[in-house]
T-cell receptor, first 116, second 112 residues
Framework: GAGVSQSPSNKVTEKGKDVELRCDPI?????LYWYRQSLGQGLEFLIY????????KSGLPSDRFSAERTGGSVSTLTIQRTQQEDSAVYLC??????????????FGEGSRLTVL | SQQGEEDPQALSIQEGENATMNCSYK?????LQWYRQNSGRGLVHLIL?????REKHSGRLRVTLDTSKKSSSLLITASRAADTASYFC????????????FGKGTKLSVIP
């Protein structure tokens, strides 16, 4: 597709359940990011992947959060044993990457997670 | 942790007026970027300014960067109702760094 695609767009789950959020980046983009945005707040960095390098997981809030990127393309963010404070919009973004560091990010529309 | 802090948190202006938003940051940067977010949508990149640049223009947007004061400003001229959105600055700290750190944003309302 032309842009970053995220699914599902909305997810309502019960406390304690596991959820998976998917991100399809723009074809050819080597860098992929996950951010979390709570209501009315800024973006909280979670993790990014750059090419074949080890991902930067420094923003993951707990060991209940994990992410993988298969074949350098699609990424899945998994939240285990969800808690109510995990309720937020999870935004994925991709960029061209390269040696010069972070440039323009292209964002998906986000996955809104509600934990009851 | 927040690197960029936008000011003001909210701004309401009449259509046709200019809107100015400011961003302050704490550590040295490689580049600074501005994004717009319409309600319930993803972010859209507006402009990127590198640490060795002082000013950039894109259409009705003008961005300035003062590295000595660790601050940037975004000016939207002749605002339109469609400019109503939240505006975020994001900083990239080091050369070759891939981590963008976002501020909490300025919520702009343009009244027709």
């Amino acid at each position: 597709g032309a842009g970053v695609s995220q699914s599902p767009s909305n997810k309502v789950t019960e406390k304690g359940k596991d959820v998976e959020l998917r991100c399809d980046p723009i074809s050819g983009h080597t860098a992929l990011y996950w951010y979390r945005q709570s209501l009315g707040q800024g973006l909280e960095f979670l993790i990014y992947f750059q090419g074949n390098s080890a991902p930067d997981k420094s923003g993951l809030p707990s060991d209940r959060f994990s992410a993988e990127r298969t074949g350098g393309s699609v990424s899945t963010l998994t939240i285990q044993r969800t808690q109510q404070e995990d309720s937020a919009v999870y935004l994925c973004a991709s960029s061209l990457g390269g040696q010069r560091g972070a440039g323009e990010l292209f964002f998906g529309e986000g996955s809104r997670l509600t934990v009851l | 942790s927040q690197q960029g802090e936008e000011d003001p948190q909210a701004l309401s202006i009449q259509e046709g007026e200019n809107a100015t938003m400011n961003c302050s940051y704490k550590t040295s940067i490689n580049n600074l970027q501005w994004y717009r977010q319409n309600s319930g949508r993803g972010l859209v990149h507006l402009i990127l300014i590198r640490s060795n640049e002082r000013e950039k223009h894109s259409g009705r947007l003008r961005v300035t960067l003062d590295t000595s004061k660790k601050s940037s400003s975004l000016l939207i001229t002749a605002s339109r109702a469609a400019d109503t959105a939240s505006y975020f600055c994001a900083t990239v700290s080091g050369a070759g760094s891939y981590q963008l750190t976002f501020g909490k944003g300025t919520k702009l309302s343009v009244i027709p």
